[in-house]
Structures are given as structure tokens and as C-alpha cells.
């Protein structure tokens, strides 16, 4: 229960200041994949599965890499207050944009939203760990940053549920204005509990090395910007054949674009670290060393939007029975099939053979794809319809487990430190990286059990998937939050925020790289076993470290 003799009145309106934000971005997020693979006649862009990861994952990444920037500036022009409301004025006006079925809308939504999540997401955490550290609640902060997760992943739970309905009733439109609206509701939250975190949007008068940052911040951008454009054009200069294929180095011109302009980013939060005194370096490398290890955490679990989601709709059961679908259907949660014949289930073995030019395989327009891999006495006769659950349901599987399990690890955690016995922050992560990586196992064994697709999955399997991977993220996504306020110099703490968020950013970039294969990978088990295998080499590495991690926490009393 949030009471002030043990939390800050102020938690409260950021706990549903972020609920409303995460309702926006994770309504747009789960239908994004399926807007970009849904086919023209019926409102979607029709691009293949790999271009459509390619796109999600730049701009998962590109959302979670401008926030370095937004927290630069926060710490030391703009402030945390304002910048939070730039930041959800603007990812207001994108979700909006996206109504509008154009690519100029849409890729213009993405740049506005990339920009509004900058400002945003690394000064509300920051703003929230200032709260924290007053003497009476600092004891607290880990359970304040587990409940401001529980808030965000209620609204990350609900909005899939207006997503469909708002899809099936009125359209794609529908359900990204919904998205809009959310996010001004959040801003309309802020506004409203202002009074109670005014008081710690202070920014700290920096250092004499810290003067020239904002100097050497822009000088990173620019740099930045030519070494993205680099990354854009010589791979194919040099190495192209001139033919219509573009050459590239990581699969995709906007990949290799993004690696570059990191690098300079990457050196400027290096630089920190070299110019920081002697009682600032160890709690920074120790942050900078998780920063490192978690970038494989986030390049598993950021495919829920897009290999997850694949796997949900092509090659999972999603019929509704008929006691849901009574209830559902009248909401609109179901989306109806009609098959064009009775015998699409005996091409499956040729639909699986047939690839384009590019060697993809090719898209068959005469038929459904969900009914390829499907029993034939599921199929319905033509003229009739079978009524599905939306696709972008199961992306409210993983915030339901957050909203559920969250209460009982924080009661677990507190047990534990009722008995001098609680992990430390970095062994938490080390063990959310340890069950993350079990998750992927789930999945091995759903592509065995299911003759590797060819046929239908149960849902089951994706939901325990997202069951356990959720118990990992747990241990790890809000003790990284909280780390980060722990061990930041408090001057830049808006910063390095932002720099946990380019571990983030990298993540969803590689997300996106790996999903990008998907369709390369005919024995999609060897796939979940390659997310198996970079899972357990982050467990590995950080469980080595472990030792030398829990020192610096322990010196600091954090």
C-alpha cells in the first residue's frame, strides 16, 4: 500500500503519469509489427516479415538512444519537469500521426516519437529517484521503482484490449488515436501532481570538468550524424555490385547506420568515466560494466514485438472458444477469417517451398496464412468464418505477470531483508538474466512439440514463455533503474538515466537484427536456441563479476 510514511505522496502521479505513457506506446507497439506485414487492401503497408523487423527494431532502438540526450539536457539546461512534458506532448502528436495512412505520416511519427521519448523517459526516473532520496523513504527505493514498473505495465496490459477493440471496429486509425489520447492524459496527470515533486527538480550546479560537457554533447551529435550517414553509404560504395541489392554490413542500411553513430556515444560516456574523481569511478564502472552485460538481456526481450508476435500469429492456436468468444465478440476482441477454399491445408508443404527472387519465402495472396499449418476439421467451409483472438493480445500476457508477480517480489525481497538476507541490486540482475534465459527454452520446446510448425501451437506455450520471462524482467528492468539512481553522480544522474537506456537502445537494435532472420531459420528451434545461447553467455559473464559488483555496493551502502 503506498502511504506517505513510507513513500512520497509525488509516487503516485508518476506511478500514473507513466501508466498513461505506457498505455500509448504499448498500444502503438503491438499492432506496429502487424500493421507493417498486414496487407494493403486491408489498411496495412504488406512489407515481409524481415523489413518489418528491420523497421521495428530501428526504432525500438533509435526511441531508447535519444534519451541520453534528453537527460543531458535536463541535468543541465532544461530540467526534469519541462522536459517530461515536451517529451509526452510530442509522442502524443506521433501516435496521432500514425492515423493517417500515409508513409510520410508514418515515418514522420517515428522521428516525433523518437524525439518525445528522449525527453521523456530518463527524467521521469530520475525525477522518481530524487523523491527517494529524501532519509525517510531512501530505504524504500527499490520497492518505489518495483511499483512505478507495476504501474507501467498496467497500462501496458490494458491497452491491448482497446487496440483490438478500436481495430476491429473502427481500424488502424482508431487505435493509434487511442494511443494519443492516453499519452495526453499522462501529461494532464503530471500537470496535475506537480506540487509534489517540484521541490526535487533541482538542477546541481556542475562540476568545473562538467562545464564543457553540453559542448562536447554537441560535438557527439555531429560527430554522431557523419558517422551514421558513413555507415549509410560506403559499405555499399565500396563493396556494392551497383546492382539494386545494397551491400551492408549488419543486414541492413539502417543497422550498420545505427552501430556507427553509437560509437561516438558510446566514447562520450567513456570520457565520463576517465574524467570522474576517485570516489565517483568505482560506483560508474561498476554501472557501466551492467550497462554492457544487460544489451543481450534487451535484444531477447524486445522481440515480443516482433518474433514472439510472429510466432503468435502464424504458428499459435488463436481460436477463441465459443463461451469467449460470446463475451469477446461483442467487444471486439475477436477478428473473423474466411477461408477461400477447403483445401489450403495441403499446400502447406509447398507454401513452405515456394521463395521469391530474394530467396524469401513467397507470400500467397489466395488464401489466409494462419489456415497453412491449421487441422483440416478446424478449417471452416467456405462462406463461413472462424473468430480469432486478436494478435496483439498475448502483448498483454507479459504485463499481466509484471502486475501480478510484482506484489509478491516485493513482499519476497522484503522478507528477505527483514533477515539481513536481501540480494544486492546486481544479484538481483544476475538472477533476471539467469531466468530469462530459461524462458527461451519454452519455446525450444513448443517448436518440438509442434513438428516444428507444422501445426498450431498452443497458446499455452507462449504464455509461460512470457510468464517466466517476466519473473527475469523483474529482477532485472526496475533494479537497473534503480541502480542508476543508486550510483549516479547526483549531478548527472538525468545522463546516465540516458545511459542505461543506450544498453536498452543497443538491445532492441540487435532485437531487431536477429528477428530479421527469422524467416532464414527453417527450423525456427535452432533460432530460440541461438536466444538461449546469448541469454546464458550475459548470466555467465555477470555471475563472474558478481563478486567484484557486490563490493561496490556494499562499500557505498547502497
Not at 555499399?236 to 551492408?248: L, Q, V
Not at 542508476?484 to 544498453?503: E, I
Amino acid at each position: 500500500m503506498i502511504t506517505e510514511s513510507k513513500y512520497p505522496k509525488g509516487l503516485f502521479f508518476l506511478v500514473f503519469t507513466e501508466f498513461w505513457e505506457r498505455f500509448g506506446y504499448y498500444l502503438m507497439i503491438g499492432i506496429f509489427t502487424l500493421y507493417m506485414i498486414t496487407d494493403p487492401s486491408k489498411g496495412g503497408f504488406g512489407w515481409d516479415n524481415g523489413d518489418a523487423a528491420d523497421v521495428y527494431g530501428t526504432f525500438i532502438a533509435l526511441a531508447y538512444l535519444t534519451p541520453f540526450m534528453g537527460g543531458l539536457l535536463a541535468d543541465l539546461k532544461l530540467g526534469y519537469r519541462f522536459s517530461i512534458t515536451l517529451g509526452g506532448i510530442l509522442m502524443g502528436i506521433g501516435y496521432c500521426m500514425l492515423a493517417i495512412p500515409e508513409k510520410w505520416a508514418f515515418y514522420s511519427a517515428l522521428g516525433i516519437m523518437v524525439v518525445g521519448n528522449g525527453f521523456f523517459k530518463p527524467n521521469i526516473s530520475t525525477l522518481l529517484g530524487n523523491l527517494f532520496n529524501d532519509e525517510r523513504y531512501r530505504h524504500n527505493k527499490d520497492t518505489g521503482y518495483n511499483i512505478f514498473y507495476m504501474g507501467i505495465n498496467l497500462g501496458a496490459f490494458i491497452c491491448n484490449f482497446i487496440a483490438a477493440i478500436m481495430r476491429n471496429k473502427i481500424g488502424w486509425s482508431g487505435a493509434f488515436l487511442a494511443a494519443g489520447i492516453g499519452m495526453f492524459i499522462g501529461v494532464i496527470t503530471f500537470w496535475v501532481g506537480m506540487k509534489h515533486y517540484k521541490h526535487v527538480d533541482v538542477r546541481k550546479e556542475p562540476s568545473p570538468q562538467d562545464k564543457p560537457l553540453l559542448m562536447r554533447f554537441v560535438k557527439v551529435l555531429g560527430v554522431g550524424a557523419a558517422f551514421a550517414a558513413l555507415g549509410w553509404i560506403i559499405p555499399d560504395a565500396i563493396w556494392g555490385d551497383g546492382g539494386e541489392k545494397a551491400y551492408t554490413i549488419m543486414g541492413s542500411k539502417s543497422t550498420d547506420a545505427f552501430f556507427m553513430f553509437c560509437i561516438p556515444v558510446i566514447y562520450f560516456y567513456a570520457s565520463i568515466f576517465k574524467n570522474a574523481n576517485i570516489e565517483e569511478k568505482k560506483p560508474l564502472g561498476t554501472m557501466f560494466t551492467i550497462f554492457i552485460i544487460v544489451v543481450l538481456f534487451w535484444a531477447i526481450f524486445k522481440q515480443n514485438g516482433s518474433a514472439l508476435t510472429t510466432y503468435a500469429e502464424y504458428y499459435t492456436d488463436r481460436e477463441a472458444p465459443q463461451t469467449i468468444t460470446a463475451i469477446t465478440g461483442k467487444l471486439g476482441f475477436s477478428e473473423k477469417l474466411v477461408p477461400e477454399n477447403k483445401e489450403v491445408n495441403q499446400l502447406d508443404e509447398q507454401f513452405r517451398k515456394i521463395k521469391d527472387e530474394n530467396g524469401k519465402p513467397k507470400k500467397c495472396s489466395d488464401y489466409p496464412a494462419y489456415f497453412k499449418n491449421l487441422e483440416a476439421e478446424k478449417i471452416p467451409a467456405k462462406g463461413q468464418s472462424l473468430s480469432l483472438v486478436n494478435t496483439e493480445i498475448f502483448q498483454s500476457v507479459n504485463p499481466f505477470f509484471v502486475v501480478v508477480l510484482t506484489p509478491l517480489l516485493i513482499a519476497f525481497f522484503a522478507f528477505m531483508r527483514r533477515r539481513g538476507r536481501e540480494p544486492t541490486t546486481a544479484s538481483k540482475i544476475a538472477y533476471g538474466l539467469l531466468i530469462s534465459a530459461l524462458s527461451t527454452l519454452v519455446m525450444v520446446f513448443a517448436v518440438y512439440f509442434t513438428g516444428n510448425g507444422m501445426s498450431k501451437a498452443s497458446a499455452w506455450w507462449l504464455i509461460c514463455c512470457y510468464g517466466v520471462v517476466t519473473l527475469g524482467e523483474l529482477c532485472l528492468s526496475p533494479m537497473g533503474l534503480s541502480m542508476v539512481s543508486k550510483l549516479s553522480p547526483v549531478r548527472l544522474t538525468a545522463l546516465m538515466m540516458g545511459g542505461w537506456s543506450l544498453a536498452t537502445s543497443i538491445g532492441n537494435k540487435l532485437s531487431g537484427v536477429l528477428a530479421k532472420n527469422w524467416d532464414k531459420f527453417d527450423n525456427k528451434a535452432n533460432y530460440f536456441w541461438l536466444n538461449f545461447g546469448l541469454l546464458l553467455l550475459a548470466t555467465i559473464i555477470m555471475f563472474l563479476l558478481l563478486k567484484r559488483l557486490n563490493k561496490v555496493f556494499k562499500e557505498g551502502n547502497y
